[in-house]
Nanobody
Framework: QVQLVESGGGLVQAGGSLELSCAAS????????MGWYRQAPGKQRELVAT???????HYADSVKGRFTISRDNAKNTVWLQMNSLKPEDTAVYYC???????????????WGQGTQVTVSS
């Protein structure tokens, strides 16, 4: 069984920092692009940042210059360092992998369970 296990969410004051992590576990052979998405109450899920297996990052305009995405391919882990947090960053953050190659075959669009990030003003 393959799992994406997220950690690092919590409550922080505006201007503060948090780091999220997401580790893919199980009988995994390859991991494609990894990313973070978020969903605030009453809003659609939106892309925050993605990073390819070649470590090429992409950011939503709203987080450029404040968030940094990184990954360790050997550990099948992705991190999201969030600095200068704003109340509008409050959301449930979800880890995503676009494709996993596993012992049970390829699995596309794999999601974590989500972790809450709350930024107080």
């Amino acid at each position: 069984q393959v799992q994406l296990v997220e950690s690092g969410g919590g409550l922080v004051q505006a201007g503060g920092s948090l780091e999220l992590s997401c580790a893919a576990s199980g009988r995994i052979f390859t991991v494609g692009a990894m990313g973070w998405y978020r969903q605030a109450p009453g809003k659609q899920r939106e892309l925050v940042a993605t990073i390819t297996s070649g470590h090429s990052p992409h950011y939503a305009d709203s987080v450029k210059g404040r968030f940094t995405i990184s990954r360790d391919n050997a550990k099948n882990t992705v991190w999201l360092q969030m600095n200068s947090l704003k109340p509008e960053d409050t959301a449930v953050y979800y880890c995503n992998v676009d494709r996993l190659t596993t012992a049970w075959g390829p699995q596309d669009d794999y999601w974590g369970q989500g972790t809450q990030v709350t930024v107080s003003s």
